[in-house]
Protein backbone atom coordinates (compact mmCIF):
# COMPACT_ATOMS: atom_id res chain seq x y z
CA UNK A 1 0.00 0.00 0.00
CA UNK A 2 1.34 3.15 -0.81
CA UNK A 3 0.91 6.72 1.14
CA UNK A 4 1.29 9.93 -0.27
CA UNK A 5 2.33 12.97 1.74
CA UNK A 6 1.88 16.66 -0.22
CA UNK A 7 3.39 19.82 1.18
CA UNK A 8 4.60 23.23 -0.06
CA UNK A 9 0.95 24.68 -0.59
CA UNK A 10 -0.04 28.22 0.46
CA UNK A 11 -1.05 31.69 -0.29
CA UNK A 12 0.38 33.40 -3.20
CA UNK A 13 -0.38 36.44 -5.08
CA UNK A 14 -1.10 35.77 -9.22
CA UNK A 15 1.84 35.52 -10.76
CA UNK A 16 3.96 34.31 -8.09
CA UNK A 17 5.37 30.60 -7.90
CA UNK A 18 5.08 27.79 -5.72
CA UNK A 19 6.79 24.24 -5.48
CA UNK A 20 4.75 21.19 -4.39
CA UNK A 21 6.34 17.87 -2.79
CA UNK A 22 4.93 14.90 -2.46
CA UNK A 23 6.62 11.94 -0.83
CA UNK A 24 5.08 8.35 -0.96
CA UNK A 25 5.78 5.37 0.92
CA UNK A 26 6.50 1.99 -0.27
CA UNK A 27 9.50 1.14 -3.45
CA UNK A 28 6.13 0.58 -5.18
CA UNK A 29 7.02 4.84 -6.39
CA UNK A 30 9.76 3.85 -8.49
CA UNK A 31 7.56 1.76 -10.90
CA UNK A 32 4.55 3.64 -11.35
CA UNK A 33 4.10 7.01 -13.57
CA UNK A 34 2.97 9.79 -10.80
CA UNK A 35 0.49 12.96 -11.37
CA UNK A 36 -0.38 15.97 -9.53
CA UNK A 37 -4.28 16.22 -9.08
CA UNK A 38 -5.88 18.89 -7.95
CA UNK A 39 -9.57 19.71 -6.76
CA UNK A 40 -11.06 23.19 -6.61
CA UNK A 41 -14.48 24.23 -4.36
CA UNK A 42 -17.49 22.20 -6.46
CA UNK A 43 -15.57 20.89 -9.14
CA UNK A 44 -14.13 16.85 -9.52
CA UNK A 45 -10.78 16.28 -8.82
CA UNK A 46 -8.26 16.71 -12.23
CA UNK A 47 -5.19 15.46 -13.45
CA UNK A 48 -3.00 18.78 -13.85
CA UNK A 49 0.68 16.56 -14.68
CA UNK A 50 1.85 13.32 -14.97
CA UNK A 51 5.75 11.89 -15.19
CA UNK A 52 6.56 8.17 -16.06
CA UNK A 53 8.76 6.09 -14.86
CA UNK A 54 11.72 7.32 -17.81
CA UNK A 55 11.21 11.05 -16.88
CA UNK A 56 8.45 11.87 -19.53
CA UNK A 57 6.27 14.45 -18.93
CA UNK A 58 2.87 15.51 -20.15
CA UNK A 59 0.39 18.49 -18.86
CA UNK A 60 -3.27 19.98 -18.72
CA UNK A 61 -3.26 22.66 -21.61
CA UNK A 62 -4.69 25.20 -18.88
CA UNK A 63 -0.93 24.93 -16.80
CA UNK A 64 0.71 24.01 -19.88
CA UNK A 65 4.01 25.88 -20.24
CA UNK A 66 3.28 26.99 -16.62
CA UNK A 67 3.93 24.20 -14.37
CA UNK A 68 6.62 21.82 -14.42
CA UNK A 69 7.01 18.30 -12.78
CA UNK A 70 9.86 16.23 -11.65
CA UNK A 71 11.01 13.60 -9.81
CA UNK A 72 13.79 11.88 -7.59
CA UNK A 73 13.50 8.25 -6.98
CA UNK A 74 15.83 8.19 -4.89
CA UNK A 75 13.70 10.28 -2.54
CA UNK A 76 10.62 8.83 -3.46
CA UNK A 77 8.91 12.16 -4.22
CA UNK A 78 7.58 14.30 -7.02
CA UNK A 79 7.66 17.66 -7.39
CA UNK A 80 5.73 20.75 -8.79
CA UNK A 81 7.12 23.74 -10.08
CA UNK A 82 3.92 26.28 -10.65
CA UNK A 83 5.01 29.67 -11.97
CA UNK A 84 2.61 32.60 -13.21
CA UNK A 85 0.51 31.26 -11.06
CA UNK A 86 -2.95 32.65 -11.41
CA UNK A 87 -6.79 32.49 -9.20
CA UNK A 88 -8.12 29.88 -11.11
CA UNK A 89 -5.16 27.49 -10.25
CA UNK A 90 -6.60 27.67 -6.83
CA UNK A 91 -7.07 24.17 -5.49
CA UNK A 92 -6.32 21.88 -3.17
CA UNK A 93 -3.55 19.53 -4.99
CA UNK A 94 -2.74 15.86 -4.48
CA UNK A 95 0.21 13.75 -5.94
CA UNK A 96 -0.81 10.14 -7.03
CA UNK A 97 -0.16 6.96 -9.56
CA UNK A 98 -1.44 8.41 -13.25
CA UNK A 99 -3.73 5.60 -12.53
CA UNK A 100 -4.58 5.76 -9.11
CA UNK A 101 -3.75 4.09 -5.65
CA UNK A 102 -7.04 3.66 -3.63
CA UNK A 103 -5.69 5.82 -1.09
CA UNK A 104 -5.24 9.49 -1.32
CA UNK A 105 -2.94 11.91 1.13
CA UNK A 106 -4.20 15.00 2.47
CA UNK A 107 -3.31 17.30 -0.08
CA UNK A 108 -2.12 20.96 -0.07
CA UNK A 109 -4.14 23.63 -0.75
CA UNK A 110 -2.87 26.73 -2.96
CA UNK A 111 -4.97 29.77 -2.88
CA UNK A 112 -3.85 32.63 -5.46
CA UNK A 113 -5.30 36.03 -4.63
CA UNK A 114 -3.93 39.38 -4.58
Known amino acids: QVQFVESGGGLVQPGGTLRLACVAS????????MGWYRQAPGKQRELVAG???????NYADSVKGRFTISRDNTKNTVYLQMNSLKPEDTAVYYC????????WGQGTQVTVSS
Open 26 to 33: GSAFRLHS
Open 51 to 57: ITVGGTT
Open 96 to 103: NGKIPFDS
